[in-house]
């Protein structure tokens, strides 16, 4: 049966609510820490801890909003956007991982094109795009089926131990890549400037999303709105916090926002 609108958006209350205490408990546990840590330590010490606890509560509070109803959800499409809390404002941003190139799903071509894009040569792209296949099991024109010695990449950084890939070359590359999205295609409206370029010369989807996202840089048209929240997508969220003294918190979390009442959310990440 097809749930109306009005149902929906129900129903993501209703895990909203349900996890309101989770995420709450887990603010309180930081203010907790916080004051335990300012009698223990210095306060320098005690400055970072905090900083780390607000850092934390930014993103619960940004998971917490991707359950609500769609006109309180966040961007999801990697704008910046502050999150006030506990006197410290929190930037924030939410990058739905469907904009990204799943490293595990991604065909033979658009890797190899990913890997040049990233400043490597013809040559050597071509032997690390299959180094990379071959992790998955995958025949160097991609259309292999998984061998039995084959397996998922488990995180993007494991791209540092494949043989090739220098670290300027990883650091291009980690923006636009994902291990979290499932599928072997990109959806444009969720992606970056970065990502579009890889498959804009593939794709007319994302050569118009290109387009347009260099004329919004260019300041030539507004920013298009974000995308609603979708229920078993994976999402990135980045918060940080910055305080009076210079000290800084970054906290990023990987998660999946399943649509199920008994399990809403999973964590793959929290770093």
Known sequence: MVRGEGESESGIAIVAALWAAAILAIMTLSVMQIVRADARVGRGRGDVAELSAVADAGVNIAILSLLSPRASQPPVNGVPFTIPFAGYSVRVSVQDEAGKIDLNMVNAATLRALLADAGMETGPAIDVANKILALRGVTPDGQGARAPSGQRLQSVEALQSVPGITAEVYRRMAPL???????????????????????????????????????????????????????????????????????????????????????????????
């Open 177 to 271: 890549v994902t291990v979290y999205s499932q599928t072997s295609w990109i959806d444009p409206a969720f992606s970056n400037l970065g990502v579009l370029n890889v498959y804009r010369t593939i794709d007319p989807n994302a050569q118009t999303a290109w387009l347009r996202k260099e004329e919004e840089r260019a300041g030539l048209r507004p920013a298009d709105p974000s995308p609603g929240v979708a229920l078993g997508h994976a999402f990135t969220v980045v918060a940080e916090v910055t305080g009076t003294a210079g000290a800084r918190a970054v906290r990023t979390a990987t998660i999946r926002l399943t649509g199920q009442k008994q399990q809403p959310l999973l964590i793959y990440a929290w770093n």
